[in-house]
Structure formats: C-alpha cells, structure tokens
C-alpha cells in the first residue's frame, strides 16, 4: 500500500490536504485526493466532491465550502479529480456509457477511492456522501444510481438526469437544451440500470439539487427533469413540492408517504453556471468567489448536509 504523496496545509481550516496513490486498479485513471480534519469522530461520515470541468479536486474542495464543512462537522472529504487525459476540459464523462457502469472507468475508480478511505479511516458505512458541480454534478446522479447502497445522500448542483445520454452528442444535447421526458420514464432509467445489477435498493439516497435560472452551459430544465426522476423512482408526486420563497431563490421539498423529505430542490434567481456560496465565518456561510462559484448569500454545501443530516 502507497502512502501519501503530499500533504499541503490549507489556509481555509487546520487540516490536512493531499494525494494518495495506489488505491486500486483505477479504471478511469482519475486521481484522488482527499482532506482530513484534525479532529474526527469515530466512526467518521465521508463526503465525496467532484469538480465541474475547468477545475481541480483542492480548488473545488475549498472554493466550495467543503472544507469548512468537513472543520465544522467533522468528516473525511474525498477529491477525486479528472486529469486532461481522459478529457481536455478536465469534465466527468458523465456521458460515456464506459465510464459511469457499476465498477468501471471513472464510477469504478471513485468506488475504489471509498474503498481506500475506508482502509485508511475509520468510516460509518451508513453516513457516505456525494455531491458535484456541472459535470461533477452528472457523474453524481451517476454514482448515485450504479451504488445506491453505499449513498446514504447526494447533491446535485448544475447536473444532468441519469440516463439522458449516451455519447458525446446526445450529452451536448442534454447539456444545452435538456431532455423532456415524464417522470415515470426517468424513474424507468433508473429501475432499468438496478435491474442489471444484483442488487434490491430498501432506500434510496436523500438527493439536493441545486439549479441557477440563468445558467448558460446547462439548460436549467435539467434540474427539473432530475426533480422527476428522483421523486417519481421513489412514488413521490413530484408535484407535491412544498415551496418556500426567499429573497433571491425558492427552495422546495419533497416528502414520502411517511413525511420523511426525500428531494429538495433550490431554484437561484439570476444565478448562471456555478455553485451557490456565501462567504464568511458563520455556521451557515462558507465559499470562495470564484469562477463557477457565486456569492448569492446561500452556501449550497452547508445547506446539503444539513438535509443529510450531517449538520448536527
């Protein structure tokens, strides 16, 4: 086993950032990158960050507010990160039917990740985590789908539907003018891709999703299609959305026949193609501006782990 390459102190909290190779055969040839706190619980949860294209793992990890959240509510934050190898733009091929099958190409390294974060920490099997941006918020919906029972919850931010494409052509297609399809359709998707697997899901991931109105690299009627998909897989109306408006956004929420919220759903008024941030030191704020990272007055990292549940 290979320790770690580097170990860079960041100046957004007191723990500690860098690489780690040799965490199994990586098929997607993705690199990993990871963030540990100084003080963790045991067992501790594990969240998953995923860049969007034009980015790198650390970059993404604190502009976002990640890393403040893993300082605040102590957990492990796993970076994997694309290299210009498998794509120019550093994007998640999220549309590649080789890269996101169970245990293959790019899904298939990110589960070896976990898998390397769970020998090196001591992890609660019941509390992992992802989220993403853009492409990274594709791949999300991705990992969600190929193992949903290791995904106790995940964020989609500026993301695409499961199974809206299946090459780069009908992901152009998806990206920038979406795909209308109903929502037991996109349910099917899902169902289809379980199907194939041995596995029998008792309960889906919690799933935010995250969607500026102005987004001009993907058509913001994505993240109402993801909205279907997620809320129709699970029997839920996905009209039946409580909304709550605030200056700036609205925010949503969908509930089981229980009344446990299942999707959320953010909607940011003006906002292109990023992720929400609010910068500064309160429990609820987090973020560096950036590009793809705007200070709207909303941390979309706090927010989804607080519908997690990791935010105690």
Request: glycine share 12%; net charge negative; aromatic share 10%.
């Amino acid at each position: 086993m290979l320790a770690i390459l580097s170990a860079v102190a960041l100046s957004v909290g007191a723990g500690t950032a860098g690489e780690i190779t040799g965490f199994g055969s990586n098929p997607g040839q993705l690199r990993l990158f990871h963030y540990r706190p100084d003080s963790l619980p045991v067992p501790a949860p594990l969240v998953v960050a995923l860049h969007g294209c034009q980015q790198t793992a650390l970059d993404y990890g604190r502009e976002a507010g990640w890393m403040q959240q893993a300082d605040r509510w102590g957990f492990v934050l796993l970076l994997p990160e694309q290299q210009p190898a498998n794509n120019r733009q550093r994007c998640f091929n999220w549309f590649q039917p080789e890269s996101i099958s169970r245990d293959q190409g790019e899904a298939g390294s990110i589960r070896q990740m976990i898998s390397r974060m769970q020998t090196d920490y001591t992890l609660d099997p019941q509390r992992i985590y992802v989220a993403g941006l853009s492409a990274g918020g594709a791949m999300t919906a991705v990992l969600l789908v190929d193992y949903p029972e290791i995904f106790a919850g995940g964020g989609i931010v500026a993301g695409i539907p499961y199974g809206c494409a299946s090459g780069l052509v009908s992901g152009l297609r998806c990206q920038l003018w979406g795909r209308d399809l109903e929502p037991t359709e996109w349910g099917h998707l899902i169902r289809e891709a379980i199907a194939q697997t041995a596995l029998k899901p008792q309960n889906w991931p919690l799933v935010s999703i995250w969607q500026g109105d102005s987004d001009w690299v993907v058509d913001a009627d994505n993240a109402a299609e993801l909205v279907e998909q997620w809320t129709a897989l699970q029997g839920i109306d996905p009209t039946s959305g409580l909304e709550e408006v605030s200056s700036g956004y609205s925010h949503r929420v969908y509930r089981d026949s229980t009344g446990r919220a299942r999707v959320e759903f953010y909607l940011i008024a003006g906002m292109g193609h990023g992720q929400p941030i609010d910068p500064g030191t309160a429990e609820t704020q987090c973020g560096v501006s950036s590009d793809y990272m705007f200070p709207v007055g909303l941390c979309a990292s706090y927010q989804m782990i607080r519908f997690w549940g990791l935010a105690h």
